[in-house]
């Protein structure tokens, strides 16, 4: 079964370019998220879907957008990249009715 | 103020020994609460969820004390392949489906 899925793995930008963080599961859920996680920080909501069609901000939406696309896949979009965005980005979806959220392996992002 | 603290740690534990720590939530509405495990470059992934009561899943132990808004984790003899971060999660009641995450503990056990 393969879950969650986002792509890249690792990605290194330069200040100022875009990039696109992909993420598709499998498990028909409803609610999709994403994530950053920095050392001594934990993990940190960017923005969240409770279903297709919906988005709402974090608690760090700041440089970022999402696209639910469908009910399976839910990008994060980074129009500017800076410095600050060095992280580790996780997607995670979680089915409404449960409490179990499924991440993917991780996207490691460095930007330069 | 973060809303959901942990002790960074690290635990350094015997094998076999038995590990406690906990964590403490700032929004007293918080209605649902988990332990998550995150192994080093890993993704997180759920490890018990936290009853009121308290519950227990084989050698691990949660316990929830909402009048002091802090839950705990309990570990007995400890094993080598639980060396690991400890994530505390919170879903708040006001912004339900947000979870929250600690910054983790990170318990160490050594042979």
């Known amino acids: 079964n393969a879950g969650v899925t986002q792509t890249p793995k690792f990605q290194v930008l330069k200040t100022g370019q875009s990039m696109t963080l992909q993420c598709a599961q499998d498990?028909?859920?409803?609610?999709m998220y994403w994530y950053r996680q920095d050392p001594g920080m934990g993990l940190r909501l960017i923005y969240y879907?409770?279903?297709?069609?919906?988005?709402d901000k974090g608690e760090v939406p700041n440089g970022y957008n999402v696209s639910r696309l469908n009910k399976r896949e839910f990008s994060l979009r980074l129009e500017s990249a800076a410095p600050s965005q060095t992280s580790v980005y996780f997607c995670?979806?979680?089915?409404?009715?449960?409490?179990?959220?499924?991440f993917g392996e991780g996207s490691w992002l460095t930007v330069v | 103020r973060k809303e959901v603290e942990q002790d960074p740690g690290p635990f350094n534990v015997p094998e076999g020994a038995t590990v406690a720590f906990n964590c403490t939530y700032s929004?007293?509405?918080?209605?649902?609460f988990f332990w998550y495990r995150q192994d080093c470059r890993k993704e997180p992934k759920l490890l018990m969820s936290?009853?009121?009561s308290g519950n227990e899943d084989g050698r691990f132990t949660a316990q929830l004390n909402r009048a002091s808004q802090y839950i705990s984790l309990l570990i007995r003899d400890s094993k080598l392949s639980d060396s690991a971060t400890y994530l505390c999660?919170?879903?708040?009641?006001?912004?339900?489906?947000?979870?929250?995450f600690g910054a983790g503990t990170q318990v160490v056990v050594t042979p």
């Open positions: 999660v919170v879903n708040p009641t006001d912004s339900w489906g947000k979870f929250q």
């Open positions: 936290v009853y009121s």
């Open positions: 995670a979806s979680r089915d409404s009715s449960g409490n179990t959220i499924y």
């Open positions: 879907s409770a279903s297709e069609g919906t988005t």
């Open positions: 498990m028909n859920h409803n609610s």
């Open positions: 929004n007293s509405a918080s209605q649902s």
